[in-house]
């Protein structure tokens, strides 16, 4: 379920909240972290290394992995620096600033719909210089999602047909959007699409997706971390 931060609803596994001065402590040392995690994985890719500083380097992240010694969050756990649904994802794959995956995409709103600005690396290539389709639609898919919150209901892929009209280069500026064009009970009809930000007339890519908002009793089965998941659905 994917949503943006509009006034959210938060409930955690652990029940000793932190504050708000906590929050955003912890908040920007995991984007820190989040951002030199991105410039490793951009020098692992990039660059040819010799063999025997690779093996070193091998050990020292090893080690420094070591250190992160705290409690494991447990699969389905929201993270205490999160708010769900309807704000911050320190760790989505897509947006999070502490995720070494994400590029990690801004999202805000836009007539009509939602916006997103992302640069993609070399660690997202898949066609030399050109992103992997499968990142354009991890794109369409997580902004596609955030369109449907703004448009008043959290609510989860059920398909998503994407077209690849031009390859999509890496190291540039893109502008992802997304708008819900229709209803249906609780099924919301939705169309995304890529552009360079130098040129954004021009979609690179473009999707339609159906989403589906749960129904209470099904957003509580599938985000028990969540009680109140299903309250907007």
């Known amino acids: ?123 997202h290539e898949g066609p030399p210089g050109y992103a992997h389709g499968g990142m354009s639609a991890m794109l369409l898919d997580e902004l596609m999602g955030w369109a449907c919150y703004a448009a008043g209901s959290p609510a989860m892929t059920v398909s998503l047909r994407v077209q690849y009209h031009r390859p999509v280069p890496v190291e540039t500026p893109l502008r992802v959007f997304a708008h819900v064009t229709g209803t249906e009970d609780r099924k919301m009809f939705v169309s995304g699409s890529i552009s360079s930000e130098d040129d954004p007339s021009v979609a690179l890519v473009t999707a339609d997706g159906v989403f589906v908002a749960p129904d209470p009793d099904r957003a509580r089965a599938l985000f028990p971390g969540t009680q109140d998941a299903g309250r907007s659905a």
């Open 1 to 123: 379920m994917n949503a943006p931060p509009t006034e959210p609803l938060t409930t955690h596994a652990d029940p000793a909240r932190p504050t708000a001065e906590d929050l955003d402590g912890r908040r920007a040392a995991i984007a820190a972290l989040g951002h030199e995690l991105r410039a490793l994985v951009d020098a692992t890719v990039r660059t040819a290394t010799p063999t025997e500083v690779l093996h070193r380097l091998t050990g020292e992240v090893r080690r420094l992995t070591g250190q992160l010694t705290g409690r494991r969050r447990a699969r389905a756990e929201i993270p205490a620096v999160d708010e769900f649904p309807g704000g911050v994802r320190m760790f989505s794959p897509v947006t999070g600033p502490g995720s070494p995956l994400a590029p990690p995409m801004r999202v805000t709103p836009d007539s009509g719909g939602v916006v997103g600005h992302c640069t993609l690396g070399i660690a």
